[in-house]
């Protein structure tokens, strides 16, 4: 097989190692997820799974064999290569092989924590090497360590494999055979990378066979799934990207029926998306706290049919509003930001978090407040420059950033900043600073001590031995519960405070800890966040309402007293309505549920109808419903249209007396 030791076959023959490769991993991924994960169509899985390798070697491969040939080419009189040239080429077959290996083996911890091949988050966070890194070695020591040395061996074994291919090695023997196969690559490596013949190229929905996520992106590979994710992130909203494209009157209509008891203001052809804001407290304006919980799900709060974890946040909701089918619009910290200081809906675009128009002047809950004469503030206990968070709150209203930096002397600093107590602390500090100068503030007041690896204080918290708690979950648990134990000493605090008379808070969670698809279209159920509403004159409930983090916007104006217009799509929960919609985002995949009932809508494929009569993890499919499916197009359609058309500036700020 290896006796043709001469042009471009070294390269081919590892070309086809990395193939054989690619393959057994995603035999090993097939038995990792369990034989449902392929939904019993495992040849489909394996040789879909070779085209995409196809697509992935050729363009990796092809490169070194172009340079292979140039080598052949420019190297007329001699029959063999210089030792530079050929130490070259095993070099760069080594790399290519071992990076390949390198994204299979990551994939087990990702689907771990994701429930998919790893996507853009995979490299997105790449910019932020001091949080990652801290992450991989404090919470997944283990895994990095067999993951530096699967590599590393990758690497001797292909270079090996190389050096053996390239014993005896010829070049070809004519220029012309050198100038053909030269040209063989240049046409057939971007087909393969195409994979098609048809009128769109290759992507991941042309072999997705399941309603399962997870079953969805296995055939791909690890490789490809991020790489084809980094490149498509920031592309024009099209078909391609959205479930379909909405005119104005549908995203209208669909609005309409949506969040039906907003007011809409149409008296600025620039500002049509806006509502007037009629707030329910008519007398003295009151300060706001927001504070956003990091991964902080319903899982974990037992009256919200999670673990018993969280007896702080449970204590106080029974003197707060408590919402209790509560969503979140994303699984990602920036969406929940987007969502709650900008009551922006989920979208198939960019987080406006991190989109360089929205870079400043948006209608945030910072300007608003801000030009109300408040004095607004982002609180957060790590590097604030972290997923842009830094250029988002300073560009939209927040007078003053406090991050890691800020803190003198800390109790505790772990791999994702100051721990909670010393956020709360410094928060408190700011507050009471604040009410003593006799301001009005509005303040955005982000945890982080629940984020993986869970570095928290030791000896504070102790699991509950009678709960049969998963002890592999111990570090997850214990991370959850001081996330809580801080809370508890930041309202108990609050609340003996000269400000607490005029101030109200909310507490609410960024997204679920860890929100994974399984074997269902889509994870509705892990999007169910805790969120309460705590002051003096805040009346004690609990809301079976569903309500959105959206939802909030609205809300926390009318009961802090800004009466105005504004470019909010959220219902004000403070008035008696029958709140029936929310709406979800999971990757690119779309869901809209009312009571009984939701549509999923993913790019390029079939709206899917699901029952969601009761909160089981498993969904049943049922029939379509058209009406359903033409609000939840009209819906996923609204993000994008408010971006694109300014629909969130500052200028549709409108104040009323």
């Known amino acids: 097989m290896f006796g043709k030791n001469k042009g471009i076959n070294p390269v081919l023959y590892s070309a086809f190692l990395a193939l054989l490769m690619l393959s057994l991993f995603r035999v090993a991924i097939l038995i990792y997820c369990n034989e449902e994960a392929a939904n019993n169509n495992i040849l489909y899985v394996l040789t879909q799974g070779v085209r995409v390798d196809l697509a992935t070697i050729a363009p990796l491969y092809g490169i070194i064999g172009i340079l292979l040939l140039i080598f052949n080419i420019v190297i007329i009189r001699r029959k063999r290569l210089p030792r530079f040239f050929i130490k070259t080429i095993k070099i760069l077959l080594g790399l290519s092989f071992a990076f390949l290996v390198l994204n299979e083996v990551a994939t087990f911890s990702f689907i771990d924590e994701y429930g ?35 590599t590393a061996l990758a690497y001797y074994i292909a270079y090996r494999f190389a050096s053996f291919l390239f014993r005896g090695y010829r070049k070809y023997d004519s220029l012309f055979t050198s100038l053909s196969v030269f040209t063989i690559i240049i046409i ?93 407290n008519k007398t003295k304006k009151k300060n706001v706290i927001i504070v956003l919980e990091e991964s902080f799900g319903a899982n974990f709060v037992e009256a919200l049919g999670g673990l018993p974890l969280a007896p702080n946040f449970e204590r106080i909701a029974k003197d707060a509003w408590f919402f209790k089918n509560m969503y979140a619009t994303g699984h990602r910290s920036i969406r929940g930001i987007e969502a709650v ?45 972290f997923d842009n968070m830094r250029n988002y709150f300073l560009g939209n209203g927040a007078e003053l ?111 679920e800890s860890q929100v994974r698809a399984n074997n269902s279209p889509f994870p509705l159920y892990e999007f169910r966040i805790p969120a309460m509403i705590i002051g003096k004159n805040v ?60 549509v999923i809508l993913a790019p390029q494929k079939d709206a899917i109808f699901v029952k969601t009569i009761d909160d089981k993890e498993n969904l049943e499919i049922t029939k379509p419903d058209l009406e359903l499916l033409k609000l939840g197009v009209g819906i996923v359609n609204l993000g994008p249209y408010l971006y694109q058309n300014s629909q969130v500036d500052i200028n549709c700020i409108k104040k009323l007396k």
């Open 188 to 280: 057939v490596s971007p087909l393969l990378v195409r994979s098609t013949l048809g009128h769109r190229p290759f992507n991941p929905s042309m072999i997705a066979y399941s309603e399962s996520i997870l079953a969805n992106s296995i055939p791909l590979n690890s490789t490809y799934s991020a790489v084809f994710a980094l490149t498509h992130k920031d592309e024009k909203i099209t078909k391609s990207v959205i479930y379909d494209l909405a005119s104005y009157d549908e995203i209208k209509n669909a609005l309409d029926i949506f969040s039906p008891s907003r007011i809409v203001d149409s008296s600025d052809p620039k500002c049509m998306f806006n509502a007037y804001i009629n707030p329910i």
């Open 341 to 385: 200081t900008a009551g922006f809906p989920p979208s198939p675009m960019l987080s406006i978090v991190k989109s360089q128009k929205t870079a400043k002047n948006v209608a945030t809950l910072l300007n608003i407040y801000k030009s109300f004469g408040y004095k607004t503030s982002f609180i957060y206990g790590g590097e604030s420059h």
């Open 116 to 150: 998919v091949r790893p996507n853009y988050i995979y490299v997105e966070y790449l910019e932020y090497p001091k949080e990652v890194f801290s992450t991989i070695l404090k919470g997944h020591t283990l895994s990095f360590i067999a993951s530096i040395i699967l």
């Open 539 to 598: 009346e004690s409930r609990e809301d079976m309402r569903l309500a959105s983090q959206i939802d909030m916007t609205p809300t926390l104006l009318s009961l802090s007293g800004i009466k105005g217009s504004f470019p909010f799509v959220g219902e004000d929960l403070n008035y008696d309505i029958d709140k029936q919609y929310v709406a979800m985002q999971y990757n690119e995949i779309f869901a809209l549920r009312d009571k009984e009932n939701a």
């Open 401 to 511: 950033i406090i991050d890691e930096r800020d803190y003198k002397n800390p109790s505790f600093v772990g791999s994702w900043g100051v721990s909670d107590e010393d956020l709360f602390n410094r928060a408190h500090e700011e507050f009471e600073k604040e009410y003593k100068a006799n301001n009005n503030f509005f303040s955005v007041v982000f945890t982080s001590s629940f984020h993986d690896p869970f570095d928290i204080p030791k000896g504070i918290v102790e699991l509950p031995k009678d709960k049969n708690l998963d002890k592999n979950q111990e570090a997850r648990f214990k991370a959850v519960m001081y996330a809580d134990y801080a809370l508890g000493k930041f309202i108990d605090k609050v609340r003996t405070s000269d400000y607490y008379k005029d101030t109200i808070i909310l507490v609410i969670a960024d997204h």
